[in-house]
């Protein structure tokens, strides 16, 4: 079962939220995930980033394959 570490988008229309999560790579965007690691929201200045780094660097040593947007935010919070 492939994995990936994605944004779940949450919030209402025009305030976007996030949900850091580790889903089957077959699952829908806003579908059933597999673990929570934290969330990420755009609409504060800075935009406020938590995240459970510990969890995050169990997935990616278990092969999950994170997407561009959540490699950055990754990458912003030391987790490579």
């Given at each position: 079962?492939?994995v990936?570490i994605?944004?779940?988008?949450?919030?209402?229309?025009g305030?976007p939220?996030?949900?850091?999560?580790?889903?089957?790579?077959?699952?829908k965007?806003?579908?059933?995930?597999?673990?929570?690691i934290?969330?990420?929201?755009?609409?504060?200045n800075p935009a406020?980033?938590?995240?459970?780094?510990?969890?995050?660097v169990?997935?990616?040593e278990?092969?999950?394959?994170?997407?561009d947007t959540?490699?950055?935010?990754?990458?912003?919070k030391?987790?490579?």
């Open positions: 079962m492939p990936k994605r944004l779940q988008r949450h919030g209402k229309k305030k939220f996030y949900w850091i999560v580790a889903a089957d790579a077959r699952s965007r806003d579908g059933k995930y597999l673990d929570k934290g969330t990420y929201n755009p609409n504060t406020t980033i938590n995240l459970d780094v510990d969890g995050a169990k997935w990616l278990n092969g999950a394959q994170p997407t959540a490699r950055a935010i990754l990458g912003y030391g987790v490579f």
